[in-house]
């Protein structure tokens, strides 16, 4: 057994989150597993799948990316959306899934921009600057061969992805019933792609120095927050590396951080999640602080949730010891979806062996069960 297991261990304390009641410290990553049907409506499988994460004892789930607006923001061929209502009411069906197991769930909201590879909707892309993205399409999400180059972004285009965010919150809230709304605003996609220095070329006001290509996360963190009121819980996802640039760091390095957390306080958000390879380490240089050190420093009263590499109960401690309120397993939670159990010294972990998502990352058969 770890020596680590034990019932007292600090990710098994309650927390609240804006009035929220979470059990434990304990919450899955969003994951991408594309198994909505061809209209983007989540599907019983779905919730089935997501219900299990509950069963497991995590107190919050945050959902797969999930596509706001029927313009450009689908990002993969059978990712689910929240841009209509047969979409929402479907939603609904698994957020009930999980409230009936004692779970809370977000819903993440994502535009692709640049990074779309299977979007019915269009056949072209989008984002700040007409530069072809680094890296491949992801093959296990149907992709294959280079990015398209998209077209630059015009404020009408702005406003729509904007719109279209805000709108999605209202339907995930006051439809499907969300408990609150992650906006995703790391790992490439479109907002990544404003808040990045060599994606974001712009000389107007979406672009310049790091506070600038900020703006466009901030902008759509107030447009939710107006969209659903000050009694839900809204926050963004920030990372440093990309799923077609995994090493990239903030080229402002601990000053920029400062910069983008201080920011942070003061917009409505209620929680920053982050998200690092390794998300004890020095986010910069050797020596130097890591993201949620950062984040706890400029912008104390934030809710942190730390995530990358924390499937390992030491590694976790650690990072709740260092100022996250809340940790969030992605490809631990995907081996046990009861990791929580493991935690309080139940039984060992399962090792990371994810057959499941290849050749196709869409939901199998055998996680359907606990
Ligand atoms: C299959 C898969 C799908 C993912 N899809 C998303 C996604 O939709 N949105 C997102 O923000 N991160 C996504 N991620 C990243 C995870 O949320 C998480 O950051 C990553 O797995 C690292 O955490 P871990 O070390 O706990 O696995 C995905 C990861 C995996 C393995």
């Known amino acids: 057994m770890n020596a680590h297991s034990t019932v007292t261990s ?4 309650g927390t ?3 009035g929220l009641t979470l059990a434990n410290r304990l919450s899955v990553a969003p994951m991408t597993r594309i198994s909505a049907t061809i209209a983007g409506v989540p599907t019983e499988r779905m919730a089935r799948y997501y219900q299990r994460f509950a069963k497991g004892g995590f107190s919050l789930l945050t959902t797969e990316g999930i596509y706001p607006d029927k313009a450009y923001a689908q990002t993969y061929k059978d990712q689910p959306g929240l841009a209509d209502r047969e979409q929402a009411e479907g939603w609904k069906r698994i957020v009930d899934a999980v409230h009936a197991a004692g779970g809370r769930i977000f819903a993440q909201l994502m535009h692709g921009g640049a990074l779309a590879q299977g979007n019915p909707f269009r ?3 989008i984002a700040p600057s007409a530069l072809r993205p680094r890296g491949q399409q992801m093959v296990s999400y149907y992709g294959a061969g280079l990015y398209a180059v998209p077209r630059e972004m015009d404020e009408a285009d702005v406003a729509e992805a904007i719109l279209g ?3 999605s919150a209202t339907l ?9 709304i992650e906006i995703h605003g790391a790992n490439g996609y479109l907002l990544d792609q404003f808040f990045t220095d060599y994606t974001n070329r712009r000389q107007d006001r979406w672009g310049g120095d790091i506070g600038k290509r900020l703006g466009l996360s901030l902008a759509v963190l107030n447009a939710v927050r107006s969209a659903v009121g000050d009694a839900v819980p809204v926050g963004i996802r920030l990372s440093q590396g990309k799923v077609n640039d995994n090493k990239h760091k903030w080229t402002e390095g601990e000053e920029g951080a400062a910069i983008v957390f201080k920011a942070l306080a003061a917009s409505p958000a209620d929680f920053v999640h982050l998200t690092e390879f390794e998300a004890w380490q020095p986010a910069f240089s050797a020596g130097g602080r890591s993201l949620v050190t950062l984040a706890r420093q400029h912008a ?3 809710f942190v949730i730390a995530n990358g590499g924390l499937h390992d ?3 976790a401690e650690q990072v709740l010891q260092a100022g996250a309120d809340m940790i969030a397993l992605g490809r631990g939670a995907l081996a046990n979806p009861d990791w929580p159990r493991i935690a309080a010294g139940k039984r060992e972990a399962r090792p990371l062996e994810l057959e499941m998502l290849s050749p196709i990352s869409d939901i199998k ?3 359907l069960q606990l």
Do not use: H
């Open 16 to 18: 609240t989150l804006k």
């Open 365 to 367: 058969d055998g996680e």
């Open 123 to 125: 056949s072209d892309t």
């Open 165 to 167: 965010f805000a709108q």
């Open 313 to 315: 109960m030491a590694r």
């Open 172 to 180: 995930a809230i006051e439809v499907a019933g969300f408990d609150g």
């Open 10 to 13: 600090p990710v098994l304390t």
């Open 300 to 302: 104390p009263d934030l």
